[in-house]
């Protein structure tokens, strides 16, 4: 069964650190999102990005967060400056018709 | 009020009791409805979409009130493997493109005893 690819499985950085968190989404998929879970509470939606642009953002993601597909197989969510509250589960995922989600990169900010 | 509301439980019940879920939200412009099942740290994963006749997958039923955003989700003879969070979620089309933003519960924690 194909599968979303998240890496690393867990990052650890310093408050301030820029961090890439990497995804490869299934091959024949065109939609690609990101999604966070702070410990203990709900998932939340972050950004979904269509033929090479984002289709919406959550209040969220804002100018600290950037998303891009640099070569046409990974999806990347980049986080310029991170804080203490940035530490949380970032799941990504694709669809075609239904979604798939990645197994997840705990981000520990400390 | 929440977007989509859940009774975070938890719920601890016996191997082979059955039990229900609830879920309430609030966007009466969702379109799309759907149980997910999430263990401890890792990815939610479909258990099934929910439709408005109501459906049925094995020992679990989920059904649709669209008139009072309501779903449910019913599990009949619980296994220990059905020890879980189960989230409710809701989607809304997203821009021209149709595509979705999902709108997850808090999700209901379930214990399945031996």
């Known amino acids: 069964e194909p599968e979303v690819t998240q890496t690393p499985s867990h990052q650890v950085t310093q408050m301030g650190q820029e961090v890439i968190l990497r995804c490869v989404p299934i091959?024949?998929?065109?939609?690609f999102y990101w999604y966070r879970q702070i410990l203990g509470q709900k998932v939340e939606f972050l950004v979904s990005?269509?033929?090479?642009?984002?289709?919406?953002k959550s209040e969220i993601f804002d100018d600290q967060f950037s998303v891009e597909r640099p070569d046409g197989s990974n999806f990347t969510l980049k986080i310029r400056s991170t804080k203490l509250e940035d530490s949380a589960m970032y799941f990504c995922?694709?669809?075609?018709?239904?979604?798939?989600f990645g197994s997840g990169t705990r981000l520990t900010v400390v | 009020r929440k977007e989509v509301e859940q009774d975070p439980g938890p719920f601890n019940v016996p191997e082979g009791a059955t039990v229900a879920f609830n879920c309430t939200y609030s966007?009466?412009?969702?379109?799309?409805f759907f149980w997910y099942r999430q263990d401890c740290r890792k990815e939610p994963k479909l258990l099934m979409s929910?439709?408005?006749s109501g459906n049925e997958d094995g020992r679990f039923t989920a059904q649709l009130n669209r008139a009072s955003q309501y779903i449910s989700l019913l599990i009949r003879d619980s296994k220990l493997s059905d020890s879980a969070t189960y989230l409710c979620?809701?989607?809304?089309?997203?821009?021209?493109?149709?595509?979705?933003?999902?709108?997850f519960g808090s999700g209901t924690r379930l214990q399945v005893q031996p």
């Open positions: 979620v809701v989607n809304k089309k997203v821009g021209d493109t149709g595509r979705r933003a999902l709108t």
């Open positions: 091959s024949n998929h065109l939609y």
């Open positions: 990005f269509y033929n090479n642009e984002i289709s919406e």
């Open positions: 995922a694709s669809s075609y018709s239904g979604y798939t």
């Open positions: 966007n009466s412009a969702s379109q799309s």
């Open positions: 929910v439709y408005s």
